[in-house]
DNA sequence: GATGAATGAGCTTTCATTCAT
DNA sequence: AATGAATGAAAGCTCATTCAT
């Protein structure tokens, strides 16, 4: 098996060696929990993936749960900021959740290891998830304030959205449904919030141009060391 | 750990001594699979929630994968047994969907157990599911000869349509969604198939008589006595 | 797997049930022994052979060792008796050995599975072999005896013969040696034994008819139960 | 049972630590696999004899094959090695054979160890012994041409010949031969192979010197870090 | 910081054997 | 005599984690 590098070996190739070993920890991390999961990945198969040996890891990571938890936490501040900075200047409520709908499920072509991975961490790293629905939310209030959305919006609408979210980016990365898949998914959903089918159509298949998932270059100064988020 | 007594065990308790220690493994392997999943779930602890040796496992069940598979197409076979029979004469395919839709919901409030089993299969063992998605597609399919469904109906939307049951089940588990967690689910489910906002409420939140789960009980045909068939 | 039906079924087969069900044993035995070697056989699979369950094995035999004992104890009679009584008219000592020793191979043919028993019986049941080696030992000293062989007569001259006869089995049992094995072995061990050339050829190569295997009758009269040979 | 310590650990004792504790191992396992034989040595009781916890065992080792392969490649080649490079400058072919045969079994008195893992590699590890047949052979057919060795040398001969060789070796370590048992088998071999009695005689009881078998140095090429290499 | 050998608990599975029926 | 369920010890193997270097 070939020694990983992915997004943070890239990100972290002008950096000491010690931040360097460790972004290729996350790399290879990425790969296997997208391969196998968060449960069945095991640390000494990572370390291999990075090209260090076991004992490295934990020079890197206090045990297994801390490195799911920060490759987990990494993707989910990405992925968020890459599809909200598309977006800085969109104002309608309901462009901006087609939008990042749409463009969430464009990650599968353009990252499908992270993909994978944010569908792994479904029951295992809830937290990833739910910082998605924290913006989601946030559209659709806007949306609510706007007078476009009539539904009544809480928890477990949202966990209903995303899950549909989920379910169409996992059948996407399977190859079960082809790149159409986002702008049904943004109708059905707006549908179903009773926006009027023909605005829902309209605004669910608009045309934009999505960008490639990169790395959201970190504004990080100095080391930082295992915070320790127990 | 107290030994476990649960649905199968009751079901066994007067039949024969190897058929009773089966139900309990297979009592055990639910609470297990239900707290653990399917893949973190240990072959010695289902034994020992059972109240025999490891060993006697593999009396029973050749592997974990075969207690697996049994417990998922048991549980499997009885939810929809008890949903359709229970809709036996319900003709109109919304109404049908609606009930269907709810009383598995529902069935988070008698089984628990199993509703985690069946959320916890998702991805380990897909088949159980498959089942699901398969008489729900029946009733689309009919719901749309009926004239009352007019989106096209294929995998994508069924998929998407089981996992919204899913999530709202799993947010009703964990106490996050209260009892009208249903009809809202099935409220939401109509409105996305664009039937008419009042039609779909009015359907969704029609009043029933809900069932508890049990188990559906076995046709058994007779001892069956292996001796030196290969 | 069928359930075997070897030649101590049909020696058994007037006999009452226990004696029966002890037969099917011990021919399936006889089948795993020859099959797996004596070491990695099981009980279980051995009873399962006989078509009955493994609690039946212990109400037949004390334990594994037992039955392998007994095998190999009616194995080794059974072929010495045959050869043995096959040879009664034949004064002449080496004429004697060159038959037995091809009679001995060329039961290859007729009883492979026995023939397997044999030769996993060395090192775990050398006691099977033993008895083989104090026959041999009797014609060859009778060879002496009467003149024809010189060489000095002992347990390791008798152990060398003997391990050339089970190679010479094994590779006649593997196919790797035609149906002339025998002869040749008989000519090799004779000139071994300083016969002259001519003489060991003629001898080692004369025309015999062979006779197949088979059990021979016993002249037991009452149960005889588990002697408990610890 | 005290902890190992044998030809392997002597041969590692200036190694790195890692191949000490593989070292042990190794004769460790020597230890198991001759006192009990491949099938029935336990990888627990290799790890116990070698003084390390059982999970040390598969750092070194993938399986249970891995070392008996390992070892008994390590025997072969030792074995061979040490014989051949003990004649290099013998030329007659009968005297080769007799020498080596008679080294062979000298080995008992010096390595009985490596000797039982011989006897016991019949049927689990035929390739030991077949190396053996392979030199053994290449002299048996200098002997043809050498025009001292008449008889038709093919597979079954030679199978014969290292069988008598096993045999031999294990009643020498049995104690039910003596010294000469080695000198006693040349001569039997050679009169097999119809070299005449008196030539036999003389080259089977020459007097030769042995060697106690010692590791032969292994011609090692610095480190070999596998760094990421699949 | 990096190494990598070692640990030991825990897993799945097999199997000789016992025993109540 | 026969059943067959149950036992429990022991096997092979994996893996997160530690620690001396």
Redesign the pocket.
């Known amino acids: 098996m070939m020694v990983v590098s992915g997004a943070f070996t890239s990100e972290a190739q002008h950096q000491n060696?010690?931040a360097r070993?460790?972004a290729r920890l996350m790399d290879a991390a990425v790969e296997v929990f997208a391969r196998d999961g968060f449960q069945a990945?095991?640390?000494?198969e990572i370390a291999r993936m990075a090209g260090?040996?076991?004992?490295?890891?934990?020079?890197?990571f206090k045990?297994?749960d801390e490195i799911a938890t920060r490759v987990a936490a990494r993707i989910a501040a990405d992925v968020i900021d890459q599809i909200t900075s598309a977006m800085t200047d969109m104002t309608d409520a309901l462009e901006r959740f087609s939008f990042a709908t749409r463009q969430f499920i464009e990650f599968a072509t353009t990252q499908p290891q992270w993909c994978w991975v944010m569908i792994r961490a479904q029951g295992f790293h809830p937290e990833l998830l739910r910082q998605l629905s924290g913006h989601l939310g946030q559209d659709l209030e806007l949306g609510r304030r706007q007078g476009q959305i009539k539904t009544e919006i809480d928890l477990l609408l949202i966990d209903i959205i995303v899950a549909m979210m989920l379910v169409a980016l996992s059948a996407r990365l399977r190859g079960e449904a082809g790149p159409e898949a986002g702008a049904r998914l943004s109708e059905l959903v707006l549908t179903m919030l009773k926006v009027a089918p023909d605005h829902a159509k309209e605004i669910a298949w608009k045309d934009y141009e999505f960008k490639r998932l990169h790395l959201t270059p970190l504004p990080r100064a100095g080391k930082v060391?295992a915070i320790g988020v127990a």
């Open positions: 060696k010690s070993t460790r990945a095991s640390v000494n260090v040996v076991n004992g490295t890891f934990y020079v890197h045990d297994k060391k």
